[in-house]
């Protein structure tokens, strides 16, 4: 009687939507997203649910390769959201002893890869609920924007938010695919191609993340190094005016900003070229449209070959200033705190620069020497003024770590915090040996074995990973939603440099306390921002 009736008055269409509706109400987890329909699945002994491998984008092949991310196109039926995507092409690191023109990030699966990867995941607490506008945390992962991928497990966070919010992680075109520079990208294509994804990602966020039971007006970005770095960027993105904003909060896990230089500088310009040589493009008229036309094999050949020829610990492939997303140089846009996003909480670790360093060379690193590999654009002045400021610092491989670093991770933090006045919290990762990614242990906790970080203390275990998950939900790490959480009060960076240390003792005690910023180290940093121009940042 009622298809019928619904038959007579509105005709078949309104019959279909009829059944369409009596159908998600008696199928839990499913999700219209417009242009596809998507089924959660349980998380393994829980009673959450996660949607693995959803279309964000557009596969960025043939025409659209080097291009921004297009809407995919509709897909009939409901897709059982129970895989990982593949994995966006990798293009490796720098690991040579000199420059011709490294953080390993750990296998969390079986690794396929594909130029077709522009997927996402997002994890709820419970079963799907529109009614109950969580806040989202949006995770970017790191490796340089040449490695990792998106399976880094969002499930874990909800261990330390009490189930209180609904998590999202993306991958982005890496390598060449993702960060080919130079004036012929710029004219025919979209420079910064990686950076775009995420983008589009987080309008995706906005546009779709309340069907989850996701908040769009409280979402947090974070990363952990060039996932950190991206946070950086959209920060700083459209001279700190994206409009729409995309998110209220930053968190930055070991930000990362290498040289940074404009989309044709001529190192950029190199590196094109280097791309178009090494894939046999060189003798065509349009030398993109040769690119576009390889296959990704081929290309993807090129994109190692070149990554791993690079100086020891460095990225080739990184963002460049577009001129339209990303105006000027990072460090100008947040001295001008030209910057999105309310409030900021950012960690870095203590010796950040140990593992981009080569220890074969401790017996023979000369400072000098190390800056211009590490920067092309120094000159020889500006190689002994870095040495100068690091004299006396340690032997010269303890320089060389302290350079790399300060220079690219620690320096770019403070000059983040000091964007958000009044609205920004800083901490220390010193759990030993203090090395860039250990803190990821403790907040992506089943990536260890049996689910345990090397330091396995309750009281550090909840006081650490809490402290982001607090301020996702609240913008406050002092709100805290646990109260087993023995941090004491932490107030923020701008008042009296103070951050909060996270360490233990040698007898395996842990240190949860604040102090307070090293002024030789923020002269350091005041140093480095004064040749951003040499450097890239």
């Known amino acids: 009687m009622v298809r019928r009736s619904l038959r007579t008055a509105h005709g078949e269409r309104d019959l279909n939507s009829a059944l ?19 089924q959660g699945v349980p998380i393994s002994n829980t009673t959450n649910t996660q949607f693995l491998g959803i279309r964000f984008a557009a596969s960025p092949t043939g025409s659209l390769r080097f291009r921004a991310p297009h809407p995919p196109a509709s897909t009939p039926g409901v897709q059982v959201a129970n895989q990982l995507s593949d994995q966006c092409f990798e293009a490796g690191q720098g690991i040579q002893p000199t420059s011709p023109f490294h953080t390993g990030k750990l296998q969390k699966r079986a690794d396929v890869f594909s130029e077709d990867c522009l997927f996402l995941n997002v994890y709820v607490p419970g079963s799907i609920d529109p009614t109950k506008r969580l806040p989202v945390v949006f995770w970017i992962h790191g490796g340089g924007y040449q490695v990792g991928d998106g399976s880094d497990p ?64 409280k979402v947090t970005i974070w990363g952990e190094s060039a996932g950190a770095g991206s946070v950086l960027q959209h920060v700083v993105a459209n001279g700190g ?16 900003l290498p040289s940074q230089y404009a989309f044709n500088d001529p190192l950029a310009e190199d590196l094109y070229n280097a791309v178009v040589n090494g894939t046999g493009c060189s003798s065509s008229i349009d030398t993109l449209s040769c690119l576009r036309g390889l296959n990704a094999t081929a290309l993807q050949a090129t994109n190692v070959a070149l990554s791993t020829n690079a100086f020891f610990g460095v990225f080739l492939f990184v963002p460049v200033v577009d001129g339209t997303f990303i105006t000027e140089r990072p460090t100008q846009l947040l ?23 080569n220890s074969n060379t401790a017996s023979t690193v000369q400072i000098p020497t190390y800056v211009e590999q590490l920067f092309p654009k120094a000159t020889s002045e500006v190689a002994q003024a870095v040495a100068a400021q690091y004299a006396g610092t340690g032997a010269p491989i303890d320089q060389a770590i302290g350079i790399m670093g300060e220079s690219i991770f620690i320096c770019p933090t403070y000059f983040l915090l000091r964007a958000f006045p009044g609205k920004s919290f800083k901490g220390e990762f010193a759990i030993p040996p203090g090395g860039h990614g250990q803190d990821v242990d403790y907040y992506f906790t089943s990536l260890n074995p049996n689910g345990v970080p090397s330091f396995n203390n309750t009281v550090f275990d909840t006081a650490f990973p809490d402290s982001f998950l607090d301020f996702a939900i609240s913008l406050n790490p002092n709100i805290k939603h646990n109260p087993a959480d023995q941090k004491p009060l932490w107030n923020t960076w701008n008042q009296g440099n103070t951050e909060m240390l996270f360490n233990k003792t040698d007898s395996n005690a842990p240190v949860l306390r604040t102090t307070t910023t090293n002024d030789q180290l923020l002269q350091r940093c005041s140093f480095w921002e004064s040749i951003g121009a040499v450097t890239g940042q």
């Open 154 to 217: 969002g499930k874990d966070l909800f261990a330390f938010s009490n189930n209180g919010v609904v998590v999202v992680t993306v991958q982005y075109r890496l390598g060449a695919f993702g960060f080919l520079p130079g004036q012929k990208v710029k004219d025919s294509g979209a420079l910064n191609a990686g950076l775009l994804d995420q983008q589009f990602a987080l309008k995706w966020t906005q546009q779709h993340i309340a069907k989850f039971g996701g908040d769009p007006t």
């Open 20 to 38: 369409h509706y009596a159908f998600f109400a008696a199928t839990p987890n499913i999700v219209d997203l417009g242009y596809a329909t998507y």
């Open 335 to 357: 001295a001008q705190r030209k910057v999105n996003g309310e409030a900021l909480l950012s960690i870095t670790n203590t010796f950040e620069g140990a593992a981009f360093v």
């Open 241 to 256: 005016h994206t409009t729409p904003p995309l998110f209220r909060a930053a968190i930055t896990s070991s930000t990362f």
